[in-house]
């Protein structure tokens, strides 16, 4: 797994850093190292997409914690009813899907990990590219297993499960307006959803090889990117469930 | 161009300062037993920034004039900055932003901290597009359950609010559209919205608070001069904002007890 | 076959390639600045319209005829909106940023082209679609910029709050979409794209600002995302997030047991970052051209960098400020105006060090530093307005009074733009090859620098009076009626004011067609964009990658051959 390229002492000519010099040289800089910052090797381009990955998984989290705190405030928020002029709570707790929602988290568990098997396995076709020709070197046993279609497969499962899952909320009486409790599983478990809806639309860009033209590499980087944000969909979704399941 | 630059930026500092000092359009006379120690805190917060202002205002034209480039060929001074003059400069900004907050806190507690006294005067204030109603609790010092359902902003009065006449409590109940209050005794506040978010502001009572719909909202202040004082809505609540104002009478007790009598009477003869 | 899927050297052919749907931060960012020149001018147009309402209400104008008080309302948040979305997140931050941030650390271009393209066309539509509120039936919204519900949450609350709230919402939500993808692209840019030597503590000040100014958009616009979602569910699903039970005109809503502080919560958590997002990229552009004009090293570079970085944490935690009157514990008053306090210490700290940056220069008074001295005149006038509003037992006179948009228009309307002004004049020879009029430049300064001091320091005695704001008319609370001859006074100053911006406007169209040739270095500045060509060329740096072996603020450095030192200079300048 690529790691940040360690800095590199480079001989930088002593010059004012506000220290008025009593500091030696400063060490490295941007990517010491690397022959050109704009246009970087493969491993520079997967660093920089999960630096990427990293820093976009953040306001995806914000949003997550944004609805969080609107729970938790709604449930315990007393509401004035005017007519006893008394403070209420009103909060409603629903009858959750659970059976449902727990069949779509193993669904959802295993999709993690076949697109952990999908990643490593384009890792490896890159990384044993150039020794194809060469007699005698395997790219593994399942170097034709179809990780990635698995992948898609269960993950679009896994949504047409969550929407069952909505069927059966809607049979027992809980719709979006039916109350502040209901209007949350809605609002968390679709919002999740829309995400993973992208997921499953940035593996079918890595897929589709015919189509697109993509060299190894690059359908590498989307398959590695993707599969780290899977996996975040796939905790996010863990915590969706249990912040419904206990705390309602 | 470097000394054009010192004199507006000095003029602009000075004729605004002037204005401030000179009180121009100011703070109405306050008329509540707040008023003094808001002021005073108004007035330190004055001083102390005011010096801030015009110290930084008159220092940055100062430097662009005496340190213009004028064709002399010498460099600028080559300093990298000042450690020993950054600490200085930002414990005495912490020492004096703190500091000025810490002051006016125990006003804040006094005013906000503690619920109203025993026998302060109780006035529901309810906020609705576009106008105040206010209600008094009556002999019997409850207020009656009012019902979303019978709100009727038309009739006015005990409709507007949407009083239920089955309540016994709200038999009492007196509904105006001023509000008035007995002198140099505390009174309380209760305030509702019925749509929107509204804002009670009484200026001369340095007085103001959101009036937000789903909470009844208990404040308290304590008028100490006689007079009329307009009551003016301080939270954007729809078209009809700007016209969402009130009166507020502030009266002898005895004009108060006369004024809540004289109701009772009318409901007497409506029952 | 790695070049052209990761946007490399080759520069694109076509019209639309190049310029449309361009892939070089460097049209882009000029894409988001000439769409932030538009915004800007509505926005104007909308506060003149305000400003002659507001004196005489029964007017009837051309082509618009009466404006009634909905009608100011929304011109009164479509102004706002606009204003703060469209000209002050997007110009210093998308426009200038974009253009200069990897010039600066020298890379040839945003660690996401592709990425970065399409953040411009998403602010693109999103700005369509607030402009669109005007057009819909019902008008644009009249609830604020900042959107309190229940009023934004029920359609029958008011004209403008139904089809024109909507669109407002959704035009946001593309907004906080778009920002979210610049953010990314400004940090991982600055994290991994830096040229050998450019270390952190060598950036430039205005690189430092817009790394920061990212991180706060990365964590703010997720919250306002999710209060929007939140409303639009509120209006079009019934849900109550926001709106208690309770009736408008008689009529009940069908919400219960929602909680408008909810709203004001989320809201000002992203608000107050916004603000700060802002004003930094503004900062960083005043401390380089002070720098760059005095002839000096910025005074304090670390505490510069230390002062932002405070300043941005500290952003989040003083939201409540906005919501002393609101019906929020007393208690947490007081902790957020505490925090409000703290917050005022990183920003004096700034001030002090311009000031001492300016101590012992070599001031050299052309346009760009024009603005930049004015930038830290209306920001102190700005600032120093905040510590009163910082005090609870003070903001009960003062909350929602003029006194309020004093402080936020000294210091986003006024500074904030004086350091897109800046920037503006500093680098427009480096992005057009040409200089702008200096003469016309400094009328302009004039006519903005005593203008906008005459239209809002008079703001603070309204609200001292106790004038409350958005108000559409003056003509019913009795005890404005003193208060109209200065009320009068601002309106006839914006009228100047405003006239004044027609200069900038045509210097700056006129200088790109036939201001006089630049050369690539016109201010003897030190940072890395002064050494390549002008304009650059499309990789930045005309295929070679720079080493930096400097500081940013090499001036009047002693012994040097010239006052000058540039960060890419491999002559080695001894120091003291």
């Known amino acids: 797994m690529a790691t940040l390229s360690p800095t590199i002492p480079a001989q930088v000519p002593a010059t004012s850093r506000g220290d008025r010099g009593n500091r030696p040289p400063i060490a490295g800089g941007g990517d010491g190292g690397r022959p050109d910052p704009g246009l970087p090797d493969y491993s520079g381009r997967l660093r920089r997409a999960r630096l990427g990955l990293g820093i976009a998984l953040t306001p995806i989290l914000m949003l997550f914690v944004s609805f969080t705190s609107a729970y938790v405030v709604r449930q315990g928020l007393p509401t004035l009813d005017p007519t006893t002029n008394q403070v209420v709570h009103d909060w409603l707790p629903v009858q959750l899907p659970t059976a449902l929602f727990l069949i779509n988290t193993v669904v959802l568990l295993a999709s993690s990990v076949t697109v952990e098997f999908a990643r490593r396995q384009f890792a490896r076709k890159v990384a044993l590219e150039p020794l194809q020709s060469i007699p005698g070197v395997s790219l593994g046993a399942d170097k034709d297993f179809p990780w990635l279609g698995v992948t898609i497969v269960l993950g679009i499962g896994f949504l047409t499960g969550q929407w069952l899952a909505w069927r059966e909320l809607r049979a027992s009486g809980f719709f979006v307006a039916t109350g502040p409790s209901s209007s949350f599983v809605y609002l968390l478990t679709g919002t999740h959803a829309v995400h993973l809806l992208g997921g499953v639309l940035a593996l079918l860009v890595a897929g589709s090889t015919v189509v697109l033209h993509r060299s190894l590499v690059s359908r590498r980087i989307v398959v590695d990117v993707t599969a780290w944000y899977w996996h975040f969909m796939a905790l996010l979704w863990i915590y969706i469930l249990a912040l419904l399941e206990l705390a309602h | 161009m470097g000394f054009v630059l010192l004199a507006v930026i000095w003029l602009i500092t000075l004729i605004s300062t002037y204005f401030f000092i000179a009180k121009t359009w100011w703070l109405p006379a306050g008329a509540s037993a707040a008023a003094a120690s808001i002021d005073h805190q108004f007035a330190v917060t004055f001083v102390l920034m005011g010096v801030i202002f015009v110290a930084a205002q008159m220092a940055l034209g100062y430097l662009v004039w005496r340190y213009r480039a004028n064709g002399s060929t010498g460099r600028a001074s080559y300093s990298h900055g000042n450690t020993k003059l950054e600490i200085i400069w930002t414990t005495l900004t912490i020492i004096l932003f703190v500091g000025l907050n810490l002051i006016g806190s125990p006003i804040w507690a006094a005013e906000r901290f503690r619920p109203a006294v025993g026998d302060a005067t109780r006035v529901e204030v309810t906020g609705m597009q576009f106008a105040w109603y206010f209600r008094y609790p009556g002999p019997d010092g409850k207020f009656g359950t009012t019902r979303p359902e019978l709100v009727d902003p038309s009739s006015g009065g005990e409709a507007a609010l949407g009083l239920d006449p089955k309540d016994p409590a709200s038999k009492d109940d007196i509904v105006t559209g001023i509000m008035e209050v007995p002198v140099n005794r505390e009174v309380e506040v209760i305030l509702r919205a ?51 104002h009130g009166i507020l009478k502030v009266v002898s007790q005895s004009e108060f007890d006369e004024w809540i009598a004289a109701h009772e009477a009318d409901k007497q003869q409506q029952q | 076959m790695v070049a052209q899927e990761f946007h490399g050297h080759a520069a694109p052919q076509g019209f639309i390639r190049k310029y449309v749907f361009s892939l070089d931060h460097k049209v882009i960012g000029m894409q988001y600045y000439f769409l932030a020149l538009t915004a800007v001018f509505v926005g104007m147009f909308l506060s003149l319209l305000m400003r002659i309402h507001l004196i005489w209400p029964s007017a009837s104008l051309p082509l618009i005829g009466e404006i009634k008080p909905e009608t100011y309302l929304s011109l009164l948040t479509m102004h706002g909106t606009i204003m703060v979305f469209f000209v002050l997140t997007t110009a210093p931050q998308s426009g200038f940023g974009n253009y200069f941030l990897p010039i600066q650390i ?78 990314l692209n400004f940090i991982t840019t600055t994290l991994d794209m830096r040229a050998k030597g450019m270390t952190l503590m060598r950036m430039p000040l205005t690189c430092w600002s817009w790394f920061i100014t990212a991180i706060l958009g990365l964590l703010a616009f ?149 603005f930049a001295i004015g930038f830290v005149s209306l920001f102190v006038s700005g600032g120093i307005s905040g510590p009163f509003l910082a005090q609870p037992v003070l903001d009960i006179q003062l909350h929602d009074t003029y006194f309020v948009p004093a402080h936020f228009h000294l210091i986003m309307g006024v500074a904030a733009i004086f350091g897109i002004f800046a920037a503006t004049y500093y680098w ?97 500045a030190t940072t890395l964009e002064w050494t390549t060509t002008t304009p650059p060329p499309h990789d930045n740096f005309g295929g070679h990658t720079p080493v930096v072996h400097h500081g940013p603020y090499e001036y009047g450095v002693p012994g040097a051959p010239r006052d000058y030192v540039m960060q890419n200079d491999p002559a080695t300048v001894a120091t003291h």
């Open chain 2, 194 to 244: 019925h749509d929107v978010i509204h804002s009670f502001f009484v200026p001369a009572m340095r007085f103001k608070q959101d009036a937000v719909p789903g909470l009844a909202i208990h404040m308290h202040f304590t008028p100490t001069d006689v007079g009329s004082y307009e009551i003016a809505c301080a939270e954007l609540c729809g078209l009809g904002h700007y016209k969402m």
């Open chain 3, 106 to 183: 020298g890379a040839p271009d945003m660690a996401f082209p592709v990425l970065n393209m399409l953040s411009f066309w998403t602010t693109f539509v999103a700005y369509l679609v607030m402009l669109s509120a005007f057009f819909v039936v019902g008008g644009a919204p009249l609830h604020g910029w900042t959107g309190y519900a229940p009023l934004s949450a029920l359609p029958s609350s008011g004209p403008g709050e139904g089809l024109g709230a909507d669109l407002w919402i959704i035009s946001i939500a593309l907004f906080c979409i778009a920002s979210l993808m610049g953010a």
């Open chain 3, 222 to 370: 997720g919250v306002l995302l999710s209060a929007g979602i939140l409303l639009l569910m509120d209006r079009n699903f019934g849900t109550s997030f926001f709106v208690p039970l309770g009736t408008v005109n008689g009529q009940l809503t069908g919400h219960k047991g929602g909680s408008p502080l909810l709203w004001q919560h989320l809201f000002w958590f992203f608000g107050h970052p916004e603000v700060y997002i802002a004003i930094l990229p503004g900062m960083g552009v005043a401390s380089q051209v002070l720098s760059t004009f005095s002839r000096k090293p910025i005074f304090g570079y670390k505490a510069m960098v230390y002062a932002m970085l405070a300043i941005g944490l500290l952003g989040f935690m003083v939201w409540g400020h906005h919501m002393f009157m609101s019906g929020m514990s007393p208690y947490s008053a007081f902790a957020f105006s505490v925090m409000t306090m703290a917050i005022g210490v990183p920003s004096a700290i700034k001030t002090f060090n311009w000031l001492g940056t300016l101590w012992g220069g070599r001031i050299r008074l052309s346009s760009p530093m024009l």
């Open chain 3, 428 to 524: 427009f020879p480096k992005m057009f090859g040409r200089m702008m009029n200096e003469t016309l430049a400094c009328w302009h300064f004039w006519f903005s620098f005593i203008g906008t001091y005459a239209i809002f320091m008079p703001m603070h005695y309204l609200g001292m009076a106790g004038h409350p704001r958005r108000y559409s008319q003056l003509t019913e609370v009795s005890y404005l009626k003193p208060l109209m001859p200065l009320q009068k006074f601002i309106t006839y100053a914006a009228f100047v004011t405003i006239a004044g911006q027609l200069i900038f406007l045509w210097n700056l169209f006129s200088s790109m067609r036939s201001g006089k040739k630049a050369t690539d270095n016109p201010w003897e």
